[in-house]
Structures are given as C-alpha cells and as structure tokens.
C-alpha cells in the first residue's frame, strides 16, 4: 500500500518530534499530529518556534522545514483519522492509579479511547501503528475493539515503539540505531509491515530496520528500557559503596566500561534515573510477569526500581546530614529540575523527591532551570500530594537567574546536569554563599577539584 497520509494521536514527546522527522524525510506524504489539548496544538501552531510545547535541541529546524507543507496540527482528530491510510497511536500510558494493578500496571485508557475512536470514524481500510509503549499482547485487545465495533473496514495492527531518547530526539530520529517494526505473519500483516518500512525506508538503511511478530516487537521496548534503568541502578548500587571504601565511581566505570562486552555507555552514577518511562515501563514489566505467575522474574526487576528510590532518598538525607542534621530555614539552591539535560520534560525527574524530602525537613529551596516553568516545578510538587499547594508555594522558590538562585544559599544541589552549570563563575558563587559553602553535585558535572581550591566542601557520588 502506497502511504499519502498519516495520523497521529498524541502530540507529546514523542508524537511531535516522531512525525515532524517523518514529514521532514517524507515530503510527498501529509502528516497530520492530533490531539484532545489545544493548548498544546497552539503551541505546536506557534510561528515563534521558540514557543514549541517541547524543548529539544534541533527541533525548531526541522518543524520549521516541514510545517505547513505536509506537516499539520490540529485539534479535528476524526477528520485526520478519516483522511489517514496509516494512523499511528502515540497517547500516554502511565502507571494506573486506581483499582487492579494500581502503581503497577500501564493504563491503557487513552489506547482504548482512540481505538473506539478510529472503529467509529473510519470508513476505509487502514493501518494502526502502536507507537506508544504498550504492555505485551496489547495488540489483540486494540484489534479486538476496532474489528467488533468499527463500520466492517479491515484493520491492520503494527507495533513500532520508539527509541529515541529527550535531549537528543531529534538525533536519534535522524539517525536510529534501528527502527522495530512488528506485525501480523498473514500476507496483509506482512503488507502493513512493508507499507511502514517503506514510510522509514526514506532515509533508514533497510538493514536498521527490523521486523518481528507482534508479541516480540511489543516486549523489546519493555526490555530495553528495563535493561538500560538496570544499568543505572546497578551503578548506583555501587556508587554506595564506593563511597564507604574509598573507590571512586567514575575510576569503576571507566575501568569496567573499557570491556567491550559491558561497553563505556550509561555507567554514569548520579542521583537517580527519572523520566516518564524507565520507572513505569518496568512497573508495568513487573506486573506482566506476575500476572503470569513469574514472581522470581518480577522481583528481579522490581529491585531496579527500589534501587533507584533508594538513590534519591539517599542523595537527600546526606544533605541533611552534611549540613549539621537540620535544613530547617536553611536556603538550598537547586541548580536543574527537568530529569535530564536539553529537555523540558520533569516527569519522575529525581529533583522533585529530593525537593520533597527536603521541604518536609523545613528547607527554603530555591530552583534555577533554563527550561522549565515554575508552573511545572508548583504541578510536579502538588501531584505528590505531600502537602497543600500553599506550602509547596511557600517552601519553594523558583528564579530566572542562577546567581539569584545561589545568593546567600547554604547548599547546593545540582540535580540536572545542563552544561551551562559548567560555565558559571564559581568564585563569585562561593563569596555570596553562606560559610561553610556546601555543593552536592548529584550529577557528577562540576569540576570538584576546582571547587575545592575556590573553599567549597564537596559531595559527588560515589566518591
Ligand atoms: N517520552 C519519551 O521519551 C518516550 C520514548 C519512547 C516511548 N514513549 C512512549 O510514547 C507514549 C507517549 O509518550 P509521550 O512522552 O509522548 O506522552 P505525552 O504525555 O507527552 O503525550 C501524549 C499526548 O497524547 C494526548 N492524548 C491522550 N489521549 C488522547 C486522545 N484520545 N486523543 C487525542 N490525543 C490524546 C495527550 O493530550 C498528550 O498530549 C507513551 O506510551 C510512552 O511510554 C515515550
């Protein structure tokens, strides 16, 4: 099947940049990007390009190219899926917070909404492409609703999950280290699968694409996030001990990352993994294998999870500790809040729970972050539910200006690790600071030696 159109639901992180790349690589195909919040289609509609919803590096270009000329948003969302031949399904499936696998499991409420949607409006054949991250089999359920209430057109299901990581989407969507596609083994199956691998085909060598069935496509997302958040947890497990033996974290990780069957990449210790997907993807795994009655699997997983729960809470009450047993009044400066550098997104960004730990210990915590709003830091906060939005509000501030930020603070906490925070001048930091002047780099960034010499006592993890 020749592809002219394509849908896609969902106009978030992974939904933008996704179909932007598309559009931008495939010129004579139209690419419509629908959703529900028109706030954020406004946003993706803004001429300024600095007001896209999301920040990542390179964006702006490649939205700019294509924008108006085969790439559209909008808010019409039956219409697109009507005029679409292929229509990728890209909503958020976060962690259910109520009844049957509440914590655990993925809610699939806002997959199942779309898919009624497409079986109601669509009246020609069409292809779904799952590009959210779904637990395996989901397939079967999307099909079973689509071929039991659609208007009798044929549906056909792919799985092609996404690999990009935020801060280098646009990176990775340019140049994947493979594109996963799964589908059908039927001869319309195997169809679908080629109309889709001819939509990447345009500038993916076909050898980085893949092709399996349904099921396995489906797990290789779970698994490869579940084995790059291991990677984190099992370093930060040893940065613990490092810190009580004397070894240093970054010498362990460069001496084991030299081995080409461990390799150098995400070995870096820090205050935890964040982001919307590594906790969740692993949850959801976790409740899969249980709900197959694989508890020894599920618990060996799960243990990814509570190691990184225990870095946060860790990185916190050593400052606490550090900083002669209270914070009560004390000022703390945080310098980063989004869970990762060159990336607005704060989702289980570990800046939150070391605010939340320290906010209940009485700290007036001020947070400087190039990218994100204060509005956001305030949401990030309340939907803990720890305490009211007023004592979020009085116990956090948030400034535009680092050395506001750093003025008159008791400590530092470097929780994000933008390369910006590199540059600053931390003479001048040190001389407004409050003696002794404390910095704890929970992303390992700064340069401790240099600190050092300046008169900072320093913390970094696993040293
Ligand atoms: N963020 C990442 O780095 C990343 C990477 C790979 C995969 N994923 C997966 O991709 C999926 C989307 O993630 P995201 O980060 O883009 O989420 P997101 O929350 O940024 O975006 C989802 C969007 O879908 C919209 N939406 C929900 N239901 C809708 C409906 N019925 N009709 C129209 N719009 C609807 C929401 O309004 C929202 O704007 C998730 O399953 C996630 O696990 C995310």
Known sequence: MNIKNICCIGAGYVGGPTMAVIAQKNPDINVTVVDLNEKRIAA?????????????????????????????????????????????????????TYGVGKGMAADLKYIELCARQIA???????????KSTLPVRTAQAIKSILDNTGNGVKFQILSNPEFLAEGTAVEDLQAPDRVLIGGE???????AIEALVNVYGSWVATENIITTNLWSSELSKLTANAFLAQRVSSINA???????????????????????????KFLKASVGFGGS???KDILNLVYIAKSYGLDAVADYWEQVIIMNDHQKRRFAKNMVKTLYNTVSGKKIAFLGWAFKKDTNDTRESAAIYVADILLDEQAKVIVYDPKVTAQQMYADLDYLQTRSS???????????????????????????????????????IYDTMQKPAFVFD????????????IGFQVYVIGQ
């Open 44 to 96: 993706w509609n803004d001429e300024n390009l600095d007001n896209l919803p999301i920040y990542e590096p390179g964006l702006d270009q490649v939205v700019g190219e294509a924008r108006g000329r085969n790439l559209f948003f909008s808010t019409a969302v039956d219409e697109a899926i009507d005029n679409a031949e292929m229509i990728f399904i890209s909503v958020n499936t976060p962690t259910k």
């Open 185 to 191: 083994q039927t001869p319309e199956g195997l169809a």
């Open 238 to 264: 040893l940065s613990e001990l490092c810190e009580v033996t004397g070894a240093d974290v970054n010498e362990v990780a460069n001496a084991i990352g030299k081995d080409s069957r461990i390799g150098p």
């Open 277 to 279: 997907c590594f906790q």
């Open 442 to 453: 929970g992303r390992s960034v700064l340069d401790k030696a240099a600190l050092e010499q």
């Open 120 to 130: 109601r409006v669509a009246k020609t054949d069409k292809i779904i492409v799952e």
């Open 390 to 428: 007023e004592a979020n509000e009085q116990g956090l501030t948030v400034v535009k200006n680092p050395y506001e930020a750093l003025q008159g603070a008791h400590a530092i906490a470097v929780l994000t690790e933008w390369d910006e925070f590199k540059t600053y001048d931390w003479q001048k």
